[in-house]
């Protein structure tokens, strides 16, 4: 499987600034998935990232928000823009790792705290 | 649009001893994929199990093993000799066949007590 590294692992955060998250495999990878998890809750994606193509957003997740970027087939970074309290959560990268079976592998998450 | 639900938001059990988490999932799809993931303290997700909607024989993982039972749409995990280590959250995870394109749909969750 794959080895993902997040930068940073926390941040605490003033309201109105903004954020970059980044995520980094140690293999290529063809798909990348960008989820949050908001405290005490389950795990909702919020885009998917394809290398050379726009991320395609979940339903209530929006680019101007949560703009991403997938330069090449090793990395990818998620902004979260323009912060409020409501957006303190884990945020987590996954990979699909197609050798064999297609499973998605989760990087560490990052711990966001809005203040 | 795919669910999955975890009706027990904690379980506990005895170290050594065997214990269910159950799911259930609603889908009008006939190829898909289901999966455990662990998520303990550190928050790390790890894939525990997956299965195979096209596959009638239930996956194992050593302690790990699934029910799976695709008329009823329930997708339950068995873990044996339970052990501290295992305390943990476990979300079940639905995902559409074909390429692996989908991103995976996840229950709320059960959280795992593992009495010593």
């Known amino acids: 499987s794959a080895v993902i590294s997040q930068k940073p692992s926390r941040d605490i955060c003033q309201r109105g600034t903004s954020l970059t998250i980044q995520c980094q495999v140690d293999?290529?990878?063809?798909?990348m998935f960008w989820y949050r998890q908001q405290p005490g809750q389950s795990l909702t994606l919020i885009a998917t990232?394809?290398?050379?193509?726009?991320?395609?957003?979940e339903s209530g997740f929006v680019i101007d928000k949560f703009p991403i970027s997938r330069p090449n087939l090793t990395f990818s970074t998620l902004t979260v823009s323009n912060m409020s309290p409501e957006d303190s959560s884990i945020y987590l990268c996954?990979?699909?790792?197609?050798?064999?079976?297609?499973?998605?592998?989760f990087g560490p998450g990052t711990r966001l705290t809005v203040t | 649009a795919q669910t999955v639900t975890q009706s027990q938001p904690e379980m506990s059990v005895q170290e050594a001893e065997t214990v269910t988490l159950s799911c259930t999932y609603d889908t009008s799809e006939s190829d898909y994929y289901l999966f455990w993931y662990k998520q303990p303290p550190s928050r790390q997700m790890i894939l525990v199990i997956r299965?195979?909607?096209?596959?009638?024989q239930n996956a194992t993982e050593n302690r790990f093993s699934v029910n799976f039972q695709k008329a009823a749409k329930s997708f339950s995990l068995k873990i044996s000799d339970s052990q501290l280590g295992d305390a943990a959250m476990y979300f079940c995870a639905y995902r559409s066949g074909g390429g692996g394109a989908d991103g995976l749909t996840f229950g709320k969750g059960t959280h795992l007590i593992i009495q010593p």
């Open positions: 996954s990979v699909l790792w197609t050798s064999g079976v297609y499973e998605q592998y």
């Open positions: 293999s290529q990878v063809t798909m």
């Open positions: 299965q195979e909607a096209y596959k009638q």
């Open positions: 990232a394809n290398q050379g193509s726009e991320a395609t957003y």
